[in-house]
């Protein structure tokens, strides 16, 4: 199975309204071809896809080990599946010139930054794309917020995740696919 296959085996695991036009949309987009990063994390052609089913892998394994955090299996696909969809129609190929190392120019492609929908926010962008189409439960939409935890600039984030651990989880996890299965 491929990384779209899985994707969207995961996805029809979610019965709620507004699925189908949640994937229509990506189908549109360049979800599924998109970098996770332009230089650090997944920055190649479906990067993000990778990315976003890391952190669902890395999600399983943390409620694994805090079974005191009970959510509802579709929370957990949605909340890892999606959170990083503020990075849809946002990053842009060019084509660059380099020396290969028999010394000979080569074309490569180098990721750039193209933001076609400036939100004022990393997760919140998410959460906002996300309710064109489906309605979040409250641990969900805190959960994709504050997934950056304070390194969005979020002050409130620790009563968040006090009140809500499954969104520390998705945090934890989002950072473990970023830095252990990415790096
Ligand atoms: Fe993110
Ligand atoms: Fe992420």
């Not at 896809?49 to 005191?68: C, F, G, I």
């Not at 794309?129 to 917020?145: D, F, G, H, R, S």
Request: with cysteine; net charge negative.
């Amino acid at each position: 199975m491929d990384n779209k296959e899985r994707f969207l085996s995961l996805c029809a695991q979610v019965k709620r309204d507004g699925m189908d036009e949640l994937l229509d949309y990506l189908e549109r987009s360049d979800f599924y071809t998109a970098p996770a990063s332009a230089r650090f994390h997944g920055a190649f052609p479906g990067g993000l896809l990778q990315h976003s089913l890391n952190v669902y892998d890395e999600l399983v394994r943390v409620l694994q080990a805090y079974p005191e955090i009970q959510v509802p299996e579709e929370s957990v696909i949605i909340s890892a599946l999606f959170h990083d969809l503020c990075k849809v129609n946002f990053y842009k190929v060019e084509k660059r010139n380099r020396k290969n190392d028999e010394g000979k120019w080569e074309e490569y492609d180098f990721y750039g930054y193209d933001e076609k929908f400036a939100y004022g926010g990393h997760g919140s962008k998410s959460v906002y794309l996300l309710q064109n189409y489906i309605k979040l439960t409250p641990e969900e939409a805190v959960a994709i917020n504050c997934h950056m935890s304070s390194w969005d600039g979020n002050k409130d984030v620790g009563k968040a995740f006090e009140q809500r651990p499954f969104a520390w989880a998705v945090h934890v996890a989002d950072e473990a696919a970023t830095y252990i299965k990415e790096s």
